[in-house]
């Protein structure tokens, strides 16, 4: 089983960008599906984005599409999230996520084999 670590998280003001990085850990790295949810205070853990093990199937929620591009660089065992024309509202905890299923189950939660420990994102306005 793959351990994530996230970095990039920080204060940004709206209409700027982060690019937020999830490095795992174990060689199975390429088997897992891996994605990003949020969680902002007060509200439920959200889906944001997910990427094939391949790399060649993304999802998104709707509120990020055109903004926020996921990838992976399966050599360096790391999974990005590109955030652009950041929002005020897009402020959250950030949390990596994988599953040995497909990119499509990994849009619930509940299909989330393993977590990471999360990277706070703040949007000023």
């Known amino acids: 089983q793959v351990q994530l670590v996230e970095s990039g998280g920080g204060l940004v003001q709206a209409g700027g960008s982060l690019r937020l990085s999830c490095a795992a850990s174990g060689r199975t790295f390429s088997n897992y599906a891996l994605g990003w949810f949020r969680q902002a205070p007060g509200k439920e853990r959200e889906f944001v984005a997910a990427?094939?093990?391949?790399?060649?199937?993304?999802f998104y929620t709707d509120s990020v599409k055109g903004r926020f591009t996921i990838s992976r660089d399966n050599a360096k065992n790391t999974v990005y999230l590109q955030m652009n024309s950041l929002k005020p509202e897009d402020a959250a905890n950030y949390y990596c996520a994988a599953t040995l299923s497909t990119a499509t189950a990994l849009k619930s939660s509940g299909n989330v084999e393993v977590w990471g420990q999360g990277t706070l994102v703040t949007v000023s306005s």
């Open positions: 990427i094939s093990w391949g790399g060649t199937i993304t």
